[in-house]
Structure formats: structure tokens, C-alpha cells
């Protein structure tokens, strides 16, 4: 899938699109949106704008002409103004998600996976933002994960962690790529974090069947 990245600051947008290139996504990345604009009648998937740009053209022109040309087009806003008339602007205009800055890429990441595959309905993965698995059902929109209605207590990054593998099921991973995917690039510390986390994960959600692939990493069975 083909994915355009609106965003001014270069290291930003370098990092960004690492990630969502080693993710298996095409990238095409603008720093103006005047350089943008050229372009939104191409084929893309999705787009990621940066509400705050160098020049006239701001991520709402942006998202009014992409808009015009295709009305279920997904997008993405990010600012570095957090406030709420932004948020609410964006909505407003027609954006399906909105990350303050500073944002974590991975959760970036995941945010651009979720929406994918919700508005293309991609059959390998998660089709909506509910999805039942081993008998527990997660929102992805709430972050709540429950078995029989009752709610389980998971951190951030046990959700997290759990989202990468339902995003990624029967695919072996080592525990650098977990920490990669999970904690981010700039992580820096022992390996062994991803053993405790999955082994809380895995006390919390026990009908989960992940496997330990001794010396390397894990792998969520289907």
C-alpha cells in the first residue's frame, strides 16, 4: 500500500517512513504541502499530514483537496500545537485520526495499520475495531482487551505488545525485532524486557497461544 507523508521536519520524517517502509508500506514523503498538493490526484491508500507546514498550503488545504478528489480517503493529522480546536478542526474537515506531537512512531505505526485495514478490509488481518481472538475481545478504539465481559487490566505496553502480535499472527519474531516494533529504535537496554512482558501478557491472557522459539523470540499461534 502506497502512503503519503506530509512533514516538515526531515529527521522526523525520515524516521517515519523507515518504520512504515520495514512495516512492507510504499512511501512518498513531501516537506511543503505545495509539493503535496501536485500529487494528491495519484493512486495512495492513505495520507499522514502535518497540520502546521512551511508556506500558504497547511494540512487542512491539504485534506479539503484530497477530499474533493476522493471523500473516503484515509488520513492521518498530526500537529505540534496539541490543542483541542485542532483536533476538532481536523475532525471536522474529515480526518479519521489525529497524533499530538511529540507522538511515538510506533504507535504512529499501529494507527496507520488499524485504519488500513478497517477501511480496506484486508483479510489477513483485523477487519474492524472489534475483534474476538481465543476468546477475549479487543476495541481497538478503546484499547480495552475483555473475556466474558469482564475487563482485563493490561499497561500500555502489554497492549501494545499484544496488538503487534495480533497484527502480525503465525510471523516469528526475535526479541530485538519485539523491541523494535514495541519500545521503538531509540530503546536502548537489555532484550530481556521482552521476556517480561510476555510473561505478564501471558499470565493476564493464558487462552493466548504464543510460542517461545528458544534463543530467538516468540511467535502468536492461530
Avoid: C
Avoid at 505478564?200 to 516468540?218: A, C, F, H
Amino acid at each position: 500500500m502506497k502512503i503519503g507523508l506530509v512533514e516538515d521536519e526531515k529527521n522526523l520524517s525520515l524516521l517515519v517512513t523507515k518504520y512504515l517502509v520495514n512495516e512492507g508500506y510504499e512511501v512518498i514523503s513531501f516537506t511543503t504541502g505545495e509539493d503535496a498538493i501536485n500529487h494528491i490526484n495519484e493512486d495512495y491508500h492513505l495520507w499522514i499530514l502535518d497540520i502546521m507546514l512551511p508556506g500558504v498550503t497547511t494540512g487542512y488545504d491539504l485534506l479539503k483537496k484530497i477530499r474533493e478528489k476522493n471523500p473516503k480517503m484515509p488520513v492521518i493529522f498530526t500537529s505540534a500545537r496539541d490543542q483541542d480546536i485542532d483536533k476538532i478542526m481536523g475532525l471536522e474537515l474529515g480526518s479519521d485520526d489525529y497524533l499530538a506531537k511529540p507522538y511515538s512512531i510506533r504507535e504512529l505505526v499501529l494507527r496507520v495499520k488499524n485504519l488500513l485495514e478497517r477501511v480496506y478490509n484486508n483479510t489477513n488481518n483485523i477487519k474492524s475495531n472489534t475483534l474476538n481472538f481465543s476468546g477475549y475481545t479487543i476495541d481497538f478504539d478503546k484499547r480495552i482487551v475483555t473475556e466474558n465481559n469482564e475487563p482485563i487490566n493490561l499497561t500500555s505496553k502489554e497492549y501494545d505488545l499484544l496488538f503487534f502480535l495480533l497484527n502480525n499472527k503465525s510471523k516469528a519474531f526475535s526479541r530485538d525485532q519485539i523491541l523494535d516494533n514495541v519500545w521503538g529504535s531509540g530503546y536502548f537496554g537489555s532484550d530481556r524486557v521482552v521476556d517480561d512482558l510476555m510473561r505478564r501478557l501471558r499470565q493476564k491472557m493464558p487462552n493466548l497461544s504464543v510460542e517461545t522459539i528458544y534463543g530467538y523470540g516468540y511467535r502468536l499461534l492461530v
